[in-house]
């Protein structure tokens, strides 16, 4: 083989990644936010009385996760402008990983909800508490520790699912990555450093939840 290695060609981009990282956590944090708020709504349309709110909540989590979400990312940047909907690549990039979250994100709350007991619901309105009180203090913070690790788990994955977005020239680690490697001609090396990258922040959020889920979501053992 004479190929040589030679990492020190990428040490005048280290800002470059660094701020790709910082990219990367920063879409990933604003899509895990709106498509937390997208699932709560959704799971909760799918438990609506209305048959029109649970048709429109069930169609769109199929339809999410049933297709590919790079599909889904040409749709919303290159398939709507047909129809006059023209989105910047990072808010294209957003939209995306948000309406990707919020479909899993929703059948994840769906079942913390549905672990709640009936019980929990009565008790609420017997003390007088509104539906939308019912639904904040006593169904979703027991929800909540329920479903934590797979809400944990799905930023993670979304984390890693930024990477798709660089198809449309949405700024990211990858993305960062790739202008690089068009740079210097380093493919081993610049997709080697980008894959430490992107390890060390999968394990560091991972760490994180562990973290924060035994802290404030595991109750002490009597």
């Known amino acids: 083989m004479t190929y040589q290695f030679d990492f020190s060609v990428l040490l005048p981009y280290w800002e470059q990644l660094l701020r790709g990282c910082w990219l990367t956590v920063l879409l990933s944090a604003i899509s895990i936010a709106a498509g937390l708020m997208i699932g709560i709504l959704t799971a909760l349309a799918k438990q609506s009385r209305f048959a029109a709110a649970r048709m429109a909540a ?30 910047q690549p990072w808010s294209a990039a957003v939209l995306a990983l948000s309406l990707n979250c919020g479909a899993f994100s929703a059948e994840v709350i ?81 997709y080697i450093v980008a894959t430490i990258l992107y390890l060390t922040m999968s394990f560091g959020f991972a760490t994180l939840f562990k973290l924060v889920d035994r802290l404030y979501f595991s109750y002490p053992v009597k």
């Not at 996760?65 to 909907?85: D, E, S, Y």
């Open 110 to 190: 769906r079942g913390g909800i549905d672990a709640i007991a009936r019980g929990q619901y009565e008790a609420g309105t017997a003390l007088g508490l509104k539906p939308l009180q019912v639904f904040r203090y006593i169904v979703l913070k027991p929800a909540l520790r329920i479903i934590f690790p797979a809400l944990s788990g799905q930023f993670v994955l979304t984390l890693l699912t930024t990477s798709i977005v660089s198809s449309i020239s949405a700024e990211e680690l990858t993305s960062i990555a790739q202008s690089i490697d068009t740079l210097t001609f380093r493919s081993f090396e610049i």
């Open 58 to 87: 069930g169609t769109y989590v199929e339809v999410i996760r049933n297709t590919p979400f790079l599909v889904q990312v040409f749709f919303i940047f290159f398939g709507l402008p047909a129809l006059g909907i023209s989105f």
